[in-house]
């Protein structure tokens, strides 16, 4: 994605940045292990 939209991730990076935004966020890392979690169960995948 980076490579794709170079702008946009550099201003969701500025967003994260600011405490008025990141503060409402989840961290990113649980959110990706969340997420690929559920996925693994849909698959059947340990």
């Known amino acids: 994605m980076v490579a794709e939209f170079p ?3 550099e ?3 500025r967003c ?3 405490e008025s935004v990141s503060k409402y966020l989840s ?3 649980e959110v990706y292990e969340v997420v ?3 996925i693994k169960q849909k698959l059947g995948i340990e």
């Open 36 to 38: 690929l979690q559920i």
């Open 27 to 29: 961290d990113q890392k």
């Open 11 to 13: 201003w969701g990076e």
């Open 7 to 9: 702008k946009l991730v």
């Open 16 to 18: 994260l940045q600011k």
